[in-house]
């Protein structure tokens, strides 16, 4: 079985073929609840039979467990059949199981501390450790990882850790990327703006945006968006549900950027919903749809912690969304005039 793929050669170095759909692997680093390995194999298996190519991972995810069940996984996968991306940014330090980090987010995992860490030796020292989790001989995209005000804490410390990347860690991406060692680079975040400032200091290539270009959010639109369709710089949307509320509905408790959603995104999305509703078609099927109509948008990837998850995706994936859909959308406000429907 195929999945439709998105061909992206900025470099003219042979480019990489996404799938539309990838996974994201942070649930199968046991994100919020542990999983078994014969359950991440379960997903990881229907993702594959599936057609799916493209897998996402980081050393966060799990502080390592996710590379190292993708490891197992993709051991015994031709390496040129697949396009495979991790993170940098973060280094990893072993310490008493009561002093890890991640506590209430990450079960049953190895304990370790988090050092956010963009220099030179830092990122060579993680796409080392990624290596060995991996067990490849090469990455294909690297992205600098939660360089964003939610992780960093505040818009000071977001832009001396950028100002460290670019003195650093840049130069180190620039070499691997220049050696063969991966085949692009870019920056996996939470905030377009950010990943605005890097294409501005750099020769970026791709990026990870998680939760900013989707049926509720396009504000990205304003600049960003514009700026990597011009120069060829590919995007990857992670988060295309908003944290689940463009998955489930407006139902209480639904959740919007990793918290219960105010009362204003649950209206908005009950509306959003009626329009669906009113054509046919499942929100989380248009939600899917929606960022792939972008021209720069090379691979939407959901996460699926359980096998009922990835066959959503999958639904998702197949669904046909009726053109009068985004018409009625944009005519009710709910969707920006300018955003690409066709």
């Not at 996974?23 to 680093?29: D, F």
């Not at 950028?162 to 860690?169: H, I, V």
Request: charged content about 25%; hydrophobic content about 40%; proline content about 6%.
């Amino acid at each position: 079985m195929a999945l439709a793929t998105r061909h992206w050669d900025r470099l003219g170095n042979g480019g990489l073929d996404f799938t539309e759909l990838g996974l994201g692997t942070a649930p199968l680093g046991n994100l919020y609840r542990a999983i078994s390995d014969a359950e991440a194999d379960a997903v990881m298996d229907r993702a594959w039979t599936a057609g799916l190519r493209y897998f996402d991972t980081a050393p966060l995810y799990g502080f390592g467990l996710s590379e190292t069940r993708l490891n197992r996984f993709l051991r015994d996968k031709p390496r040129d059949h697949y396009v495979l991306s991790t993170k940098v940014g973060r280094l990893l330090e072993p310490c008493p199981p009561g002093l890890r980090d991640g506590v209430g987010k990450w079960f049953d995992v190895p304990a370790r501390r988090e050092v956010y860490d963009y220099s030179y030796d830092g990122v060579m020292r993680s796409i080392e450790a990624s290596f060995a989790r991996l067990g490849v001989d090469r990455i294909d995209v690297l992205l600098v990882h939660d360089l964003d005000v939610a992780n960093q804490g505040s818009r000071a410390n977001v832009d001396a850790k950028l100002a460290q990347l670019m003195a650093g860690g840049y130069h180190a991406l620039e070499r691997l990327r220049r050696e063969g060692a991966i085949k692009a680079f870019g920056a996996g975040v939470n905030e377009w703006q950010v990943c605005q400032q890097m294409a501005e200091q750099g020769d970026f290539d791709l990026f990870l945006l998680a939760g900013r270009y989707t049926l509720l959010e396009q504000e990205a639109l304003d600049s960003f968006l514009p700026l990597c369709q011009s120069r060829g710089i590919g995007i990857i949307i992670g988060g295309p549900y908003n944290s689940g509320i463009l998955a489930t509905g407006a139902r209480p408790g639904a959740f919007y950027n990793y918290e219960p959603a105010p009362q204003p995104i649950l209206d908005r999305v009950e509306r959003i919903e009626a329009v669906c509703t009113a054509h046919g078609v499942r929100m989380v099927d248009a939600a899917f749809r929606f960022p792939l109509l972008h021209p720069s948008v090379v691979s939407v990837i959901p996460g699926g912690q359980g096998v009922d998850e990835m066959e959503s995706n999958i639904a998702a994936h197949a669904a046909a969304i009726p053109p009068a859909l985004w018409d009625d959308l944009k005519d009710q406000g709910l969707l920006r005039a300018d955003a690409p429907t066709a």
